[in-house]
């Protein structure tokens, strides 16, 4: 698996998190103070990065928790079927199949002979961008 970790308490907004076996993005960061008995609170709101569901964890700020690794790599639109586009790894040639992104503003602009990039995060691919 491509995961690292890391402590609750040093995760920030817009980094990434692994909950429920699902790579987030996190959207919302709160801590809560110590209390009497026990160690600061952080609670955690992240948005799925394949599925775009809208996920929250809540532990102690000392609590270990696993963090994917991003690999950013650029690729070429090679033929688009559909929901599907196939893209072409511009440094190992392999080409290979993504699922067409939801987001509009990537989507419109994909088309055979784009450069793209993607990531590759934990196993799974998806389209990031479209260069220009």
């Known amino acids: 698996m491509s995961i690292t970790y890391a402590e609750l308490g040093e995760l920030r907004e817009g980094s990434y998190i692994v909950i429920d076996g699902e790579p987030c993005r996190i959207v919302e960061i709160s801590r809560a103070k110590t209390g009497k008995h026990g160690s600061?609170?952080?609670?955690?709101?992240?948005?799925?990065?394949?599925?775009?569901?809208?996920?929250?964890?809540?532990?102690?700020s000392d609590q270990r928790v696993e963090v994917p690794i991003i690999e950013k790599r650029a690729g070429q639109v090679t033929a688009m079927f559909g929901n599907t586009v196939q893209i072409m790894d511009l440094e190992t040639y392999e080409?290979?199949?993504?699922?067409?992104?939801?987001?509009?503003?990537?989507?419109?602009?994909?088309?055979?002979?784009?450069?793209?990039?993607?990531?590759?995060?934990?196993?799974?691919?998806?389209?990031?961008?479209?260069?220009?």
């Open 95 to 132: 080409t290979f199949e993504v699922e067409k992104p939801s987001d509009p503003s990537i989507a419109d602009k994909l088309a055979p002979g784009k450069e793209v990039e993607y990531w590759v995060v934990m196993g799974r691919r998806m389209i990031v961008r479209v260069k220009e």
């Open 40 to 60: 600061a609170k952080v609670h955690i709101v992240a948005i799925g990065l394949f599925t775009g569901s809208r996920k929250t964890l809540v532990g102690p």
